[in-house]
């Protein structure tokens, strides 16, 4: 189930929780420098993926209160343990990492396991979790997830290695944390991408490894004490973002994984979820919010109800634009008003309007955010491949799964997305014709050079005199 088992010890100015940078490091506006830059170090780049992590996710700005008011930045001794693990039906290994402090008491064990935000790398929970666990003397397990930030370099034919300590990069044959399967030869490959993999399917899995690589640990930690097991430790599960969308996937597992439920196999103690991602049955696709939220949100914050709260920093020099948003959408009969304040004003009532309906029905797919969620574009039929496929669904066959929602094919650079329903049933998205075709403003024709367009770029489809609809969803090129 694990393999590439690293063992790393971190005491003094190298500690478990910061890299012996502290709060003041970690506060640094420039990244920790590498003596060779050609070929740094495995401590020298695991303090600067720290303090990438640290800062990605926690407020650690003078006066924000964190270590202050709340929050750790303590050093903390103790030991690592790295290794690639693998779920059955999946082609492509995630990372498990394994924090045990020196403080770690056997009379009260106790393991935080967490997953990833986002596609962050295997510290990416570090200020969630790390940050709680490690000074109350709890081992803390972390997992990518199956997403991470490993790549391959199709051009120099090399990746990033499971085992930094033989250095950052190698070829296939050197034990790659990610080694794509593709006939492809130009551009840069992403595990979360182009694993071929269905990773979403599977993040319950992901964090149910995680902790059981956690207790291995601890029983080569402290071989007197084993055996460490789920009846004897306690196991809290947290995350935030899909990191809350996953340790609640890990939470519908029994004690053997098979996902009975029986009352006396559970092997969580306690989930803690901080605005998860998840979709339920029934409810309107993640990529039908995303659109609307790029639609209407630039209108949205120019609404003067909004002005008393914290802005965003680019409101100054982004309103221009924001107002010809507003404009458009006007244009389009998409809002009501107008002036730009009445457009706003209406843009952002049809957020709200939406949220609270979705709240009534229960059918909430999306962080309730102020200005998220409008209802104005007709849900899709499929669920979007990356929500978490709902418990009582049949999972996708192996061949819906491997044929990859983020494959490889030429480009490896590009983002393509599949949507994948309850039953494995595949539909390759386009977000630039689909948002053409929906609101039905291009005609026939347009509409056929949109989905020619959408192949390269929502820039070549503006160029080829879409509506500016047509890029509101990212798509990589």
């Given at each position: 189930?694990?393999?590439?088992?690293?063992?790393?010890?971190?005491r003094g100015n190298?500690?478990?929780?910061?890299?012996?940078?502290g709060?003041?490091?970690?506060?640094?506006m420039?990244?920790p420098?590498?003596?060779?830059?050609?070929?740094p170090?495995?401590n020298?780049?695991r303090?600067?993926a720290?303090w990438s992590?640290?800062?990605?996710?926690?407020?650690l700005?003078?006066?924000?209160?964190?270590?202050?008011?709340?929050?750790?930045?303590?050093?903390?001794s103790?030991?690592?343990?790295?290794?690639?693990?693998?779920?059955?039906?999946a082609?492509q290994?995630?990372?498990?990492l394994?924090q045990?402090?020196?403080?770690?008491n056997?009379?009260?064990?106790?393991?935080?396991?967490?997953?990833?935000?986002?596609?962050r790398?295997?510290?990416?929970?570090?200020?969630?979790?790390?940050a709680?666990?490690?000074?109350?003397?709890?081992?803390?397990?972390?997992?990518d997830?199956g997403a991470g930030?490993d790549?391959?370099?199709?051009?120099a034919?090399?990746?990033a290695?499971a085992?930094?300590?033989?250095?950052?990069?190698?070829?296939?044959?050197?034990?790659?944390?990610?080694?794509p399967?593709?006939?492809?030869?130009?551009?840069?490959?992403?595990?979360?991408?182009?694993s071929?993999?269905?990773p979403e399917?599977?993040?319950?899995?992901y964090v149910?490894?995680?902790?059981?690589?956690?207790?291995?640990?601890l029983d080569?930690?402290f071989p007197?004490?084993?055996?460490?097991?789920?009846?004897?430790t306690?196991?809290?599960?947290?995350g935030i973002?899909n990191?809350g969308?996953a340790v609640?996937?890990a939470?519908?597992?029994?004690?053997?994984?098979?996902g009975?439920?029986?009352p006396?196999?559970?092997?969580?103690d306690a989930?803690v979820?901080?605005?998860p991602?998840?979709s339920?049955a029934?409810?309107?696709p993640l990529y039908?919010y995303?659109?609307?939220a790029?639609?209407?949100m630039?209108?949205?914050?120019?609404?003067?109800?909004l002005a008393?709260?914290p802005?965003?920093?680019m409101?100054?020099?982004s309103?221009?634009?924001?107002?010809?948003?507003?404009a458009?959408?006007?244009?389009?009969?998409?809002v009501e008003g107008?002036?730009?304040?009445a457009?706003?004003?209406?843009?952002?009532a049809?957020?709200r309007s939406?949220l609270?309906?979705?709240?009534?029905s229960?059918?909430?797919?999306?962080?309730?955010?102020?200005?998220?969620a409008?209802a104005?574009?007709?849900?899709?039929?499929?669920?979007?491949?990356?929500?978490?496929?709902?418990?009582?669904?049949?999972r996708?066959?192996?061949?819906?799964r491997?044929?990859?929602?983020?494959a490889?094919?030429s480009?490896?650079a590009?983002?393509?997305?599949w949507?994948i329903?309850?039953w494995?049933?595949?539909?390759?998205?386009s977000?630039?014709?689909?948002?053409?075709a929906?609101?039905?403003q291009?005609?026939?024709?347009?509409?056929c050079?949109c989905?020619?367009a959408s192949?390269?770029?929502?820039?070549a489809?503006l160029?080829?005199?879409?509506?500016?609809?047509?890029?509101?969803?990212?798509?990589?090129d």
């Amino acid at each position: 189930m694990f393999s590439a088992v690293r063992v790393t010890e971190h005491r003094g100015n190298d500690d478990l929780l910061t890299g012996g940078l502290g709060r003041d490091g970690l506060r640094a506006m420039t990244a920790p420098a590498f003596a060779d830059p050609e070929q740094p170090t495995a401590n020298e780049m695991r303090r600067r993926a720290l303090w990438s992590n640290w800062r990605g996710i926690a407020d650690l700005a003078p006066g924000g209160g964190y270590g202050e008011l709340y929050g750790s930045t303590a050093s903390v001794s103790g030991r690592e343990f790295n290794a690639m693990a693998t779920v059955p039906g999946a082609s492509q290994p995630h990372r498990v990492l394994v924090q045990v402090p020196d403080a770690f008491n056997a009379g009260k064990r106790c393991i935080v396991v967490t997953a990833s935000s986002g596609s962050r790398g295997i510290y990416g929970a570090i200020a969630v979790a790390g940050a709680w666990g490690l000074p109350k003397g709890c081992a803390v397990a972390y997992t990518d997830k199956g997403a991470g930030s490993d790549y391959f370099d199709l051009d120099a034919g090399q990746g990033a290695r499971a085992d930094v300590e033989r250095g950052a990069v190698g070829s296939r044959a050197d034990g790659l944390a990610f080694a794509p399967d593709t006939t492809a030869t130009t551009g840069v490959a992403f595990k979360h991408a182009h694993s071929r993999d269905n990773p979403e399917a599977y993040w319950g899995h992901y964090v149910k490894q995680a902790a059981q690589f956690a207790l291995q640990s601890l029983d080569d930690a402290f071989p007197q004490a084993a055996p460490f097991t789920f009846d004897n430790t306690r196991v809290i599960a947290v995350g935030i973002s899909n990191g809350g969308g996953a340790v609640l996937r890990a939470a519908e597992l029994d004690g053997s994984g098979t996902g009975t439920g029986r009352p006396d196999s559970n092997w969580l103690d306690a989930v803690v979820a901080g605005e998860p991602n998840v979709s339920v049955a029934g409810a309107r696709p993640l990529y039908d919010y995303t659109t609307q939220a790029a639609l209407l949100m630039p209108c949205a914050l120019l609404d003067p109800a909004l002005a008393p709260l914290p802005q965003p920093p680019m409101t100054a020099p982004s309103a221009p634009s924001w107002t010809l948003r507003c404009a458009s959408l006007k244009s389009a009969g998409l809002v009501e008003g107008n002036d730009t304040a009445a457009q706003a004003a209406s843009a952002l009532a049809r957020c709200r309007s939406a949220l609270m309906s979705g709240a009534r029905s229960g059918r909430r797919t999306h962080r309730p955010t102020a200005a998220m969620a409008p209802a104005s574009i007709p849900a899709a039929t499929t669920t979007p491949r990356w929500a978490p496929i709902p418990a009582h669904a049949p999972r996708p066959p192996p061949s819906a799964r491997r044929g990859g929602p983020m494959a490889v094919v030429s480009r490896p650079a590009r983002v393509s997305a599949w949507s994948i329903d309850g039953w494995g049933r595949r539909t390759l998205v386009s977000p630039v014709c689909n948002a053409c075709a929906r609101y039905g403003q291009a005609t026939a024709p347009m509409r056929c050079a949109c989905a020619a367009a959408s192949a390269r770029s929502p820039r070549a489809c503006l160029a080829m005199g879409c509506p500016w609809w047509c890029s509101t969803v990212l798509m990589t090129d």
